[in-house]
């Protein structure tokens, strides 16, 4: 059975940081693709980073630069560091993995509260 256990989430000023963490069991990240989306209320979901098993990365554009994911391969731990935190990065936080980018949402955490406040 995967399962996938976010952790981190909390309130932080703007300009702030805060890391998230997801451990997974029942997949390796490192034979995977996985990833961080977000939802907020009244808004649609939105991929923010991703992080193929080979290690390749990507962005949302409005996260470039601020945003880092990264996996710990002993812990087989996904990781999301966020620096310069917006308001409008306030949302629900998932991680996801799946065999490949075009699956990545196969299995979802059940996420993790970030809170930006003015």
């Known amino acids: 059975q995967v399962q996938l256990v976010e952790s981190g989430g909390g309130l932080v000023q703007v300009g702030g940081s805060l890391t998230l963490s997801c451990a997974a069991s029942?997949?390796?990240?490192?034979?995977?693709?996985a990833g961080w989306y977000r939802q907020a209320p009244g808004k649609q979901r939105e991929l923010v980073a991703t992080l193929t098993g080979g290690g390749r990365t990507d962005y949302l554009d409005s996260v470039k630069g601020r945003f880092t994911i990264s996996r710990d391969n002993d812990k087989n731990t996904l990781y999301l560091q966020m620096n310069s935190l917006k308001p409008e990065d306030t949302a629900v936080y998932y991680c996801?993995?799946?065999?490949?980018?075009?699956?990545?949402?196969?299995?979802r955490g059940q996420g993790t509260q970030v809170t930006v406040s003015p």
């Open positions: 996801s993995l799946g065999p490949n980018l075009a699956r990545i949402f196969n299995y």
């Open positions: 029942g997949k390796t990240l490192s034979d995977n693709a």
